[in-house]
């Protein structure tokens, strides 16, 4: 076409430009990621020393409160290494 204006050598637009928030937010991203995904390993060993040793009176209510953290960290690392 002859009419049609050509692309070549021009930049993108400025709203193509990732503003400097977003690179500091996946800056954050990355090691929050790999903490929760080796949270959500690591802390399913924890349970069985709980639960056979007990914590006293409240066992009950740690072994919720690490349920708690283990889903945290499955929510947390569930993209981590993903493309």
């Known amino acids: 076409m002859t009419g049609s204006p050509s692309t070549v050598g021009r930049s993108p637009p400025a709203e193509a430009e990732s503003p400097p928030q977003a690179s500091y937010s996946l800056s954050l991203t990355q090691p929050i990621r790999w903490l929760g995904f080796w949270a959500a390993i690591v802390l399913p060993a924890v349970y069985l020393p709980v639960l056979s040793l ?30």
Not at 58 to 76: E, I, S
């Open 54 to 83: 007990g914590i006293g009176t409240h066992t009950g209510a740690v072994f919720l409160g690490l349920l708690g953290c283990q889903l945290l960290a499955l929510l947390a690392g569930h993209q981590y290494k993903r493309p």
